[in-house]
């Protein structure tokens, strides 16, 4: 069993920057790909980020291309989100959680688990 603990969260003013850290024990993430959601009020939970098992491969939301780098140091069995450019539709709770459906579609919350507790980030506009 793996357990997952997001951190880094936090108030910003729009145009600054972010980084998460999901930092897992309990087991290696060095064989799963890892992803990030998040989760607004009164909205559903959507995919943010994913990035393969090595790190050679990443995957976005169309809405923060470009704006986020999601990485991995498989080493220190950590993912990260490094935010940029942040809006205030970008504030949400952020949830990282591991892969477990070898799936095709890197979007679909179901097929990921261990969810962290997640992180708070707020930005002002």
């Known amino acids: 069993q793996v357990q997952l603990v997001e951190s880094g969260g936090g108030l910003v003013q729009a145009g600054g920057s972010l980084r998460l850290s999901c930092a897992a024990s309990?087991?290696?993430?060095?064989?799963?790909?890892m992803g990030w959601f998040r989760q607004a009020p009164g909205k559903e939970r959507e995919f943010v980020a994913a990035i393969s098992s090595s790190g050679g491969s990443v995957y976005y939301a169309d809405s923060v291309k470009g704006r986020f780098t999601i990485s991995r140091d498989n080493a220190k069995n950590t993912v990260y989100l490094q935010m940029g450019s942040l809006k205030p539709e970008d504030t949400a709770i952020y949830y990282c959680?591991?892969?477990?459906?070898?799936?095709?579609?890197?979007?679909?919350?179901?097929?990921?688990?261990?969810w962290g507790q997640g992180t708070q980030v707020s930005v002002s506009s």
């Open positions: 309990g087991r290696t993430l060095s064989r799963y790909f």
């Open positions: 959680a591991k892969k477990y459906r070898s799936t095709q579609a890197m979007g679909a919350s179901a097929d990921f688990d261990s």
